[in-house]
């Protein structure tokens, strides 16, 4: 069995499409209006937004994208920073990772 989609519902669909595609290379299928938005990778992840006018994910809630290598998780990282997001550096944890609370209101895991 493989899991084939997830929604996400996000405060602003646009601005969580554009930050998805920036930095995880994941590029727009389709979209709706300000309100949905399907992106696929080269993985075959079917990610769709939907607009929400508020968003209450669990603490725990996220959903992670894996690197090839820690150089990077490193480097996404250092762009993120660059573009003025609040990120802290990566540390060793479970893995080499570092989470991020995303444009739409839900957190992203970056890791090796």
Known sequence: MKLNHINL???DVNDTRVFLEKYFD???????K???ALL????GLLLALTKGSKVNYPNSFHIGFEQESEEQ???INQRM???GFDVKAPKRAHRWTFYMKAPG???VEVFK
């Open 73 to 75: 998780v490193n480097e």
């Open 26 to 32: 994941v590029q727009t299928r389709s979209t709706y």
């Open 34 to 36: 300000d309100s949905f």
């Open 40 to 43: 696929v990778d080269d993985d």
């Open 105 to 107: 209101g839900f957190t």
């Open 81 to 83: 920073k660059n573009d």
């Open 9 to 11: 519902t996000v405060t």
